[in-house]
């Protein structure tokens, strides 16, 4: 007798490895084809130079209750930043930092920072203890606005809207005018609150690596470009046909449309990355720095190797600046106007800085904006095929992995 065939996941990002991990487990024989010559999906690192380069700044909160339940954090290996951050304004630093997770530094640096009234600092109060209530499913189902009109409603000062939440929130959602769904904030905002944000001792490409080694090898097909898929076959490029006994697409929202043959459902929001080595880090603690001004290319910028020393060669610093403004976001000549734009925040200092490298990175997000009707992480069927991925739910590694185990739960039933 011949085996039955594989259940076929088109798509080794996070969200086909947690389905792939979830279906291995009860048993099911599975096959899982990626395009790209590695497995993550958009959670990769590369070696560079001695560095460890994560394609875009990311990070993972800790907070995520399903990256709890499948990721051994203890493995990982994860270093934390300062929950918090430094923010550009009017010439100089100013130091902002969580109250809640660093009491006294939090309150000393808050009474100090010249961002944002007394009054802010009660209405933070007031929307950590909102978006702290109750299950994070009820957190997508309050009435829908966009982020900035939440925080209007919220009673928020413009002061603290420009200077903090446009480029903080910016930088989480790759849009600084906040149309992104409030739902989406308060579920982020959340997730602040509870955890740490952190980065794997050697980048976050250890997420993904975790993920495969709970699926056999000869199950993971990397360079397996999908041209067509059907419910129990796929067909390869090079011409190649593959029965299975299911089909999921474990794809990103633009490919999903690609082999459904439909329109992308929306934009994807677009970042550059680039990072830079440097002989002195341009900040001493491992904290987040962001622009809180309109002028310049750079929403957020951090030093990694602060984070991890083990992300740059000994006596080496990594610099990571991300660009999300779509006037400079396809600037050829961004390189030197983010320098130039670092000179005047660090001095000097950065003429020694040399480029690495730079990521231009085009469907780094799905579209979140208000109207959407963001979800928890869903998975679905269409043609007979099942779909999972965070462009069913919402821009995050808890979606990711939350729709994986999803469709697994499709077959399983």
């Not at 990355?273 to 290319?297: H, K, M, T, W």
């Amino acid at each position: 007798m011949h085996p039955d065939p594989p259940i076929i996941i088109v798509g080794g990002g996070l969200a086909g490895l947690s389905c792939a991990r979830h279906l291995v487990e009860a048993g099911h024989p599975v096959l899982v084809l990626e395009r790209d010559d590695e497995f993550g999906g958009r959670v990769r690192t590369d070696t560079f130079d001695g560095f460890q380069l994560d394609r875009g700044f990311q990070v993972l909160q800790t907070a995520y209750p399903e990256a709890q339940q499948q990721l051994d954090y203890e493995a990982l290996d994860l270093k934390s930043y300062t929950p918090g951050a430094l923010i550009y304004k009017s010439g100089r630093f100013h130091r902002f930092i969580d109250p809640w997770r660093r009491p006294w530094d939090g309150i000393w640096s808050g009474l100090r920072s010249g961002i944002g009234t007394f009054g802010d600092r009660l209405r933070v109060a007031n929307l950590r203890a909102k978006c702290k209530r109750g299950e994070i499913d009820d957190l997508f189902a309050i009435p829908e606005q966009s982020t900035w009109n939440s925080l209007v409603e919220f009673g928020f000062s413009s002061e603290m809207i420009e200077s903090f939440f446009r480029p903080f929130l910016g930088g989480v959602f790759l849009e600084r005018e906040l149309k992104t769904s409030n739902r989406m904030m308060m579920f982020v905002f959340r997730m602040f609150s509870q955890g740490d944000v952190a980065i794997p001792a050697r980048g976050m490409q250890a997420i993904s690596q975790q993920m495969m080694s709970r699926v056999p090898a000869d199950s993971l097909r990397a360079g397996c470009y999908a041209k067509r898929v059907s419910e129990n076959e796929v067909e390869l490029e090079n011409g190649e046909l593959i029965k299975a006994s299911r089909v999921i697409l474990a794809t990103p929202a633009h490919i999903t449309a690609e082999l459904l043959n439909r329109q992308p459902p929306g934009n994807s929001r677009r970042v550059r990355c680039l990072y830079f080595s440097c002989q002195r880090p341009p900040i001493s603690e491992p904290i987040l720095v962001l622009n809180g001004e309109a002028d310049g290319p750079i929403n957020n910028l951090s030093v990694p190797s602060i984070v991890s020393s083990e992300l740059a060669p000994i006596g080496r610093h990594l610099v990571s600046v991300s660009v999300i403004d779509k006037k400079y976001v396809g600037d050829r000549q961004l390189e030197s106007i983010v320098i130039k734009q670092c000179e005047l925040w660090f001095g000097e200092q950065v003429h020694d800085w040399k480029l690495l490298k730079q990521y231009d990175i085009r469907h780094a997000l799905p579209d979140q904006f208000s109207g959407i009707n963001l979800q928890t992480g869903h998975a679905s069927m269409k043609n007979g095929l099942i779909i999972c991925g965070d462009h069913l739910g919402h821009g995050s590694i808890q979606s990711a992995l939350k729709s994986g185990r999803r469709a697994a739960e499709i077959i399983l039933a």
